[in-house]
């Protein structure tokens, strides 16, 4: 992800006029994962960059542009990295950055675990670079009993150490003040021994930390980590989840979209319908079927019609329930805690538990939940997560569409299709944890302590995804109505169905008519599968087709991402494996459907 964004001008920051036309200077935001960098980094640029209560939440980059008094600079918000000495890819990414220079480095560390932060602190002070240092949630350290003399702690480190509340904007101003004159840092290159001994030595000399009683918090944390209790826990809130956003998700459709739609936005639909009479291409085009002179919104595949339906009332309040829920278990800091949960069953498919972090990002959209697999440590962990969410992980909007269309059938029949994919997800995680050659390292992930969320952060990342949600889907889903109409139009689809009507009438049961919707599920899933309701299938029909498009391809916008992840020879390898486990999966369906008829 890469930004590049305005001043905000809040705090007096910008210069007067706005932005110099000339800003050449380049400042780094440096520290360990989930100390508050990106808040920070919000408000010294006005650039949402998303963060979270769990580390690794800027796996890429952010940048922005810093303006004060006379001075303007881009500002990087570079990889949370617990070291300089690289272990993993977003490491190598800090490292790489800092090494190429910078103006100004302001180096941000966690007041409630300053040891920990001062190893990389001291890494960066050795690279003797103008710095100044952000001690943040100073708040929250009070609050544990940890006291921190900054003076003392400026006067050890070389360099200006300004109290910050990144979540509440406090110091903000004090820190952006010292940014004028920043001090080069007179440390010498250390070794590991060296360097642990004299972060031993500082916080020694700067914190003390008084005892304090276990507080309500403190018991929630232990009870969400312990082996039984974390488990039924962990349980409890997917479950709940899950309750809540499908509640959330059906009353935005029942009490406020679709009334929306059908007592305003139909009406003008109607007198568009009846003024393209005259010309029924552009009436197929725009409006559609008409099915007993009346539209349908799920079935008449006009642009103005399904075109605009099926994202903004069927799919969309799925998505915005999801985030919403998935935000606050994120800002909370739960996340960490359910990886620390679910690490003996990801070991079982090969990865350790911070993978369960990427799969619940897919479970909203599988494009951030193949980027966030880049919090794991090897390239085999990136290419089983990545294959796995791909195939067995349901974004949002194609659970819309499970639950609406499959839905109508029984409760039944949906846990049938989440059934297949989470017996699908298990085997062939199984199957590529055998069949790759590697191993899967031992879970080690920062527990941050349970966290109040900010309304504020809350309400911007929810309208950060929704709006790229909504950006995304909308065109992508009125191009499959024009390529759907066109195809059918030309008949071409009618070419594509006969050529595949022996691979699916004879394996998977279902009409040659279905190839259509399963082969353009690579435009968008939830679509494809709105488009399988006039083709007339039997609940077991159904059932096949849906779970054989959901595991076949991934929709256009996650393809490109897991180009870019993997690479063309992984994606091709990543592709065959999805074909080949939906064709199966879909075959074995078939198959018992067939024997229990």
Not at 85 to 94: K, L, S, T
Not at 142 to 152: K, L, S, T
Not at 564 to 584: D, K, N, P, W
């Amino acid at each position: 992800m890469k930004h590049c964004g305005g001043c905000h001008g809040r705090g007096g920051h910008c210069a007067a006029g706005g932005i110099p036309r000339d800003c050449n200077g380049r400042a780094l935001l440096v520290g360990n994962p989930n100390v508050g960098k990106s808040v920070l980094f919000t408000h010294l640029t006005g650039v949402h960059a998303l963060s979270s209560n769990y580390p690794g939440t800027t796996v890429s980059f952010a940048e922005g542009r810093l303006a004060f008094q006379d001075a303007c600079y881009h500002l990087v918000d570079v990889p949370g990295a617990y070291s300089l000495d690289p272990i993993n890819e977003a490491e190598e990414v800090a490292g790489r950055i800092i090494d190429e220079g910078a103006d100004v480095i302001i180096l941000v560390l966690d007041a409630t675990a300053l040891e920990r932060n001062l190893y990389l602190g001291l890494q960066v002070l050795e690279r003797r670079q103008p710095t100044v240092v952000a001690l943040n949630m100073v708040d929250e350290a009070r609050h544990q009993g940890v006291e921190i003399d900054v003076e003392a702690l400026a006067a050890r480190l070389g360099v200006p150490v300004v109290p910050t509340v990144a979540v509440t904007g406090e110091g903000i101003r004090n820190l952006v003040e010292t940014l004028s004159s920043p001090p080069v840092p007179t440390w010498e290159p250390m070794g590991k021994e060296e360097r642990w001994k004299a972060v031993g030595a500082i916080v020694t000399d700067v914190q003390q930390v008084t005892r304090k009683q276990h507080t309500f918090r403190d018991h929630l944390e232990d009870i969400s980590v312990h082996q039984v209790w974390g488990a039924l826990l962990g349980v409890a809130v997917l479950a709940g989840s899950w309750f809540v956003i499908r509640q959330i998700g059906e009353g935005l459709i029942t009490y406020l979209l679709d009334p929306l739609f059908s007592g305003v936005y139909l009406p003008l639909l109607q007198g568009v319908s009846a003024a393209l009479a005259e010309t029924p291409w552009l009436h197929q085009l725009v409006i559609g079927t008409l099915f007993d002179g009346a539209i349908d919104f799920e079935q008449s595949f006009g642009l103005l019609t399904t075109g605009l339906y099926v994202p903004l009332v069927m799919v969309l309040p799925y998505i915005v329930a999801f985030y919403s829920v998935l935000s606050i278990l994120e800002d909370v800091g739960y996340l960490p805690r359910l990886a620390v949960i679910f690490d003996s069953l990801m070991h079982r498919v090969g990865l350790h538990g911070f993978a369960i972090v990427p799969s619940l990002l897919g479970l909203g959209c599988n494009v951030p939940g193949v980027m966030a697999t880049r919090v794991l440590e090897s390239a085999r962990e990136r290419f089983i997560a990545a294959t796995l969410i791909s195939v067995a992980v349901p974004c949002a909007g194609l659970q819309a569409m499970i639950v609406g269309v499959v839905g109508d059938y029984g409760m039944g029949l949906i846990l049938l299709v989440y059934l297949s994919m989470a017996v699908t997800w298990v085997v062939l995680g199984r199957l590529l944890h055998s069949v790759l050659p590697g191993y899967s390292p031992e879970l080690v992930v920062e527990i941050p302590p349970y966290r109040l969320p900010s309304f504020r952060s809350l309400g911007l990342k929810l309208w950060f995804r929704v709006r790229g949600f909504v950006e995304e889907a909308v065109p992508l889903v009125l191009v499959g109505i024009v390529i759907v109409n066109l195809l059918y139009g030309s008949g071409a689809m009618a070419v594509i169905a006969s050529s595949l009507a022996p691979l699916f009438e004879t394996l998977l049961g279902l009409p040659p008519e279905a190839a259509g919707p399963i082969l353009l599920g690579i435009l968008r899933k939830d679509v494809a599968v709105g488009m399988l309701v006039p083709l007339g299938l039997t609940p077991q029909q159904l059932v096949v087709a849906v779970v054989t498009l959901a595991m076949t391809f991934p929709c256009i916008a996650t393809f490109v991402v897991l180009w870019r992840e993997l690479g063309v020879r992984r994606l091709a390898g990543s592709i065959l494996i999805m074909v080949a486990t939906a064709l199966v999966a879909g075959g074995i369906l078939n198959g018992i459907f067939q024997l229990v008829a």
